[in-house]
């Protein structure tokens, strides 16, 4: 049974943030027989964030992807309710936002990212308006597919920073559903779609990005990588770009933003960021343990892994946390991340593609499946119903090998 617990204590194993890495974490740290470990959630409802993504295509709801926190929080793990405030690393302390005190003898920090309007100057006050909108918060993906779907006829620009954006080619998502929205309903002619990237690929597996951009040319889509958007002008609906050819500025009647992301303040502030970490917290990307702290971790969208932040790379991360945890106790040798990332990304609303990749872009493909990168039927049903089933019921409770 999960307690909701107040007051000061010390706990063996303390994790910060219940989303994805914290709660599978948790759980297999409690496989692995640890018996008193914690992990500190502000939300009371958790979020299986892909969804996001068929949300902001028109294809779920909010509803798919919310569970109450307390049922899935693994058995035998301790829940403090309160959002961390500080960690003060020298004392091994953790200050939430009620004042009281945690101790711990190993702490995980993975409390995720959050979108980084400043970074775009008028991105926040383009999506308050009906012309743009984003996958990447849950009431903007139910309002990215209304303005999508009642676009008949202008540009439609899609734009899609890698700049810490979690499984950043999902961005691609909504595009195929509107693209293949529009060609049924007949307007695809009417509109003009226009996708900037910031990164050199759709996706860094060449297979995979050679697919997107197959399926992009299928729908008219004008490809523009190394493509920054630099400001939005909400009221002119403009945006102004950094390309390879000098800044550009395009205009746009439906703007959909994959915007960058930045971490928590309280991580700089307490000193777990590092040299070039950009606020992030700074492990060694193998073992994923701190390069200052040896008993901090870090892991999921907050850490410094070198690989691109997605779900799928936390298969990897948490067990070599959990493991390397242990190591570190016992003085043996650790368990290494090679950079593992994946990216589902749909062509269509009825096709999808897998891209496995290690840090490297390198394939490394774990599905059973010859050729992931094409897009099929098989890999979209698998993407949308399959998926979250074993989100709930087995990575989240940490089972991860
Ligand atoms: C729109 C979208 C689509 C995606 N699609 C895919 C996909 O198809 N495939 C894939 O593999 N990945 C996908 N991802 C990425 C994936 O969801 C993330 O990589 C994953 O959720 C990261 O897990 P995390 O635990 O690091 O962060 P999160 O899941 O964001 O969890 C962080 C948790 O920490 C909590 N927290 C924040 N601040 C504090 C604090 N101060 N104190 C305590 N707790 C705190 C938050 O409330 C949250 O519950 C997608 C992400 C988004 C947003």
């Known amino acids: 049974m999960v307690r909701i617990m107040s007051g000061s204590r010390r706990h063996d194993v303390l994790i910060i943030g219940g989303g994805n890495a914290g709660l599978s974490l948790a759980g297999r ?9 914690a992990v500190i959630e502000p939300k009371t409802v958790h979020e299986y964030r892909p969804m996001l993504s068929y949300v902001a295509s028109g294809a779920a709801t909010l509803a798919d992807l919310r569970r109450p926190q307390e049922r899935v929080t693994p058995d035998g793990v301790r829940w403090y309710r309160d959002r961390v405030v500080a960690v003060d690393p020298a004392r091994s302390v953790v200050t939430l936002g009620d004042g009281t005190e945690l101790e711990y003898g190993d702490l995980a920090v ?3 990212s959050q979108v980084d309007w400043d970074a775009v100057p008028g991105s926040r006050a383009a999506v308050a ?7 990447y918060l849950p009431d903007q993906a139910v309002r990215t597919w209304d303005l999508l779907a009642g676009l008949t006829s ?3 620009v899609f734009a899609v920073s890698d700049r810490h954006v979690p499984c950043y080619p999902v961005g691609l998502k909504p595009l195929f559903a509107a693209a293949d929205h529009w060609r049924r309903t007949g307007v695809l002619d009417a509109i003009e779609i226009e996708l900037l990237v910031e990164s050199a690929r759709l996706v860094d597996e060449a297979g995979a990005d050679h697919q997107l951009r197959v399926a992009a040319e299928r729908y008219g889509v004008r490809v523009r990588t190394h493509t920054t958007v630099t400001s939005v002008d909400a009221e002119r609906r403009t945006l102004e770009l950094r390309t ?3 800044p550009d500025r395009t205009a746009y009647d439906a703007l959909y933003l994959a915007p960058p992301h930045r971490a928590p ?4 502030a307490s000193g777990l960021d ?4 950009e606020g992030f917290v700074a492990v060694d990307p193998h073992t994923l343990q701190h390069v200052a702290h040896p008993r901090v971790w870090g892991l999921g969208d907050v850490a410094t892994v070198d690989a691109m932040p997605s779900g799928g790379a ?5 067990p070599v946390v959990a493991r390397n945890i242990q190591a570190r106790r016992k003085g043996t040798e650790m368990r290494r991340y090679d950079g593992y990332s994946v990216a589902p990304v749909t062509t269509s609303r009825r096709r999808l593609l897998l891209a496995e990749f290690d840090r490297d872009a390198r394939p490394q493909p774990t599905v059973p499946v010859p050729d992931l990168t094409r897009p099929r039927p098989s890999l979209l049903l698998f993407d949308r119903y399959l998926q979250p089933t074993v989100y709930w019921h087995k990575l989240l409770q940490g089972k991860v090998s």
């Not at 308006?129 to 996958?135: G, I, K, V």
């Open 29 to 37: 740290v409690r496989r692995d027989g640890c018996r008193d470990v």
């Open 110 to 112: 993975c409390p995720g």
């Open 129 to 135: 308006t009906p012309y743009a909108a984003t996958s």
């Open 154 to 156: 202008g540009r439609a």
């Open 244 to 246: 390879p050819d000098g």
């Open 265 to 268: 303040e309280w991580v700089a």
């Open 274 to 277: 590092g040299p070039g970490s």
């Open 314 to 318: 936390l298969r990897r991360q948490v």
